[in-house]
């Protein structure tokens, strides 16, 4: 995984990919208003490999997972219990500047910058809903294709299911498929694409340990590896007589 530094957060005023939005209604006779954010729909597979027997995940650095770990370690300012002398002011020092070669983010930070692993996520193949001239399943199988390196047809993709996320912020729409591959399929090593600045590991997880790495707290997954695992667990594994290690 590349080493992450010159961390700096900028307030973001535009961006392709998020709007920030307030919305004002009326519900039962009561005005009230909400904040949200406009983002495109997204497709994810579950992509299970029959010569092999296992998943093929994707893991990566997610910047948003970073930022979260790197403030929820951030220690209080310890309070002094020495009151202020009378006709002291009682107005806060002002914040130190950032050292020479130290970002902003770095600055305001009482606890050093994690390492970079504090950022990476295991997840399914997935991609954003943002070409309106491709169904969801041509979608979802280019994401299989540049992510994970397999060539599966459109027609060979079964729907899950879909479902809304992120319903108090932007309430997307997320469709879910799955793909069997098999090392016949496998054209390229995928990656991801490097001209949109994907850095993309390929993961291999074993059927017979599927379930103990769904429940492994210690191992950052979204909740689509999670649930996916559960669907083939009560969907496929009767299927094929196989056991996920339940």
Same mark, same amino acid.
Not at 1 to 23: A, F, H, Q
Not at 37 to 44: A, N, Q, Y
């Given at each position: 995984?590349?080493?992450?530094?010159?961390?700096?957060?900028?307030?973001?005023?535009?961006?392709?990919?998020?709007?920030?939005?307030?919305?004002?209604?009326?519900?039962?006779?009561?005005?009230?208003?909400?904040?949200?954010?406009?983002?495109?729909?997204?497709?994810?597979?579950?992509?299970?490999?029959?010569?092999?027997?296992?998943?093929?995940?994707?893991?990566?650095?997610?910047?948003?997972?970073?930022?979260? =770990?790197? $403030?929820?370690?951030?220690? %209080? *300012? #310890?309070? !002094?219990?020495?009151?202020?002398? /009378?006709?002291?002011?009682?107005?806060?020092?002002?914040?130190?500047?950032?050292?020479?070669?130290?970002?902003?983010? =770095?600055? $305001?930070?009482?606890?050093? %910058? *994690? #390492?970079? !692993?504090?950022?990476?996520?295991? /997840?399914?193949?997935?991609?954003?809903?943002?070409?309106?001239?491709?169904?969801?399943?041509?979608?979802?199988?280019? =994401?299989?294709?540049?992510?994970?390196?397999?060539?599966?047809?459109?027609?060979?993709?079964?729907?899950?299911?879909?479902?809304?996320?992120?319903?108090?912020?932007?309430?997307?729409?997320?469709?879910?498929?799955?793909? =069997?591959?098999?090392?016949?399929?496998?054209?390229?090593?995928?990656?991801?694409?490097?001209?949109?600045?994907?850095?993309?590991?390929?993961?291999?997880?074993?059927?017979?340990?599927a379930m103990t790495f769904a429940y492994d707290e210690r191992i950052p997954k979204t909740m689509g590896v999670i649930f996916s695992f559960?669907?083939?667990?009560?969907?496929?594994?009767?299927?094929?007589?196989?056991?996920?290690?339940?």
């Amino acid at each position: 995984m590349e080493e992450i530094n010159n961390v700096d957060v900028t307030p973001c005023t535009e961006s392709d990919y998020l709007k920030p939005l307030r919305v004002h209604y009326n519900q039962n006779g009561t005005k009230k208003s909400w904040d949200f954010m406009r983002t495109h729909d997204s497709v994810s597979v579950l992509i299970f490999n029959t010569s092999s027997h296992c998943f093929v995940l994707i893991k990566q650095f997610r910047p948003a997972v970073f930022m979260c =770990e790197w $403030e929820r370690t951030k220690t %209080q *300012p #310890p309070q !002094s219990d020495e009151k202020p002398e /009378e006709g002291a002011s009682e107005a806060t020092a002002p914040a130190p500047e950032p050292q020479e070669g130290q970002s902003a983010a =770095e600055g $305001e930070s009482s606890s050093p %910058q *994690p #390492p970079a !692993s504090a950022g990476v996520t295991y /997840e399914l193949c997935a991609g954003l809903v943002d070409k309106p001239n491709l169904s969801l399943e041509e979608i979802a199988r280019q =994401e299989v294709l540049e992510e994970c390196g397999y060539d599966v047809p459109a027609s060979k993709l079964k729907r899950i299911t879909s479902y809304r996320s992120g319903v108090g912020v932007t309430g997307a729409k997320h469709t879910m498929f799955y793909a =069997e591959v098999s090392d016949d399929n496998c054209v390229s090593a995928g990656g991801g694409e490097p001209r949109e600045g994907e850095l993309i590991e390929v993961v291999k997880v074993p059927l017979h340990e599927a379930m103990t790495f769904a429940y492994d707290e210690r191992i950052p997954k979204t909740m689509g590896v999670i649930f996916s695992f559960i669907w083939f667990h009560n969907n496929m594994s009767p299927k094929y007589k196989i056991s996920t290690n339940v």
